[in-house]
């Protein structure tokens, strides 16, 4: 019992964290909207520069129907919800990190979305695309995953 609560609130504790990464991107989104339409802000390397995308990574499916793409990202975020839930207490510690920030990131995107079926793009380099801190999340999640599982073992830990 004592190690199912230790599991159930690791999961909560990582569901926390997703938020709290969702949250801080959907804040920079709304200083976005609000400060860099007419003034974008240039940074040298990364400008701070707004755009709008209908479409998923590289603007993939920008001219698929909004409740279409909607939709999937959606049944992706819980996918990766219901992951994070189930391994929590079982995965090692780092692979729930890593997968509270490709969550946090992923509700960041589809919350922005649901409004207008556009993701808030801020972050210009001048030779990739422009992205968000979300997108950040979501690939750095991603990539510390695919490590992860190279170096696999096992027994989890605690």
């Keep these: 019992m004592q190690r199912r609560f230790r599991g159930h609130a690791r999961a909560a504790a990582l569901l926390v964290l997703a938020a709290v990464f969702a949250a801080a991107d959907l804040a920079i989104k709304a200083w976005a909207q609000r400060t860099l339409p007419d003034a974008p802000i240039e940074g ?44 929590a207490h079982t995965e090692r510690l780092l692979w729930g990190l890593c997968l509270a920030a490709i969550l946090g990131g992923a509700a960041a995107n589809l919350t922005d979305r ?23 999340f979501i690939v750095l999640g991603g990539i510390a995953c695919v490590a992860l599982s190279f170096g696999r073992s096992d027994q989890a830990d605690v």
């Excluded at 590289?58 to 839930?85: E, H, Q, R």
Aim: net charge negative; no cysteine; aromatic share 14%.
């Design 44 to 87: 040298g390397v990364l400008d701070l520069r707004l755009a709008f995308n209908s479409g998923v990574a590289f603007s993939f499916a920008s001219d698929a129907p909004p409740w279409l793409v909607l939709t999937v990202t959606g049944l992706i975020t819980t996918a990766i919800a219901v992951a994070l839930w189930r391994t």
């Design 114 to 136: 649901a409004a207008d079926g556009l993701v808030t793009d801020y972050l210009h380099s001048g030779w990739w695309p422009t992205f968000n801190l979300a997108d950040v």
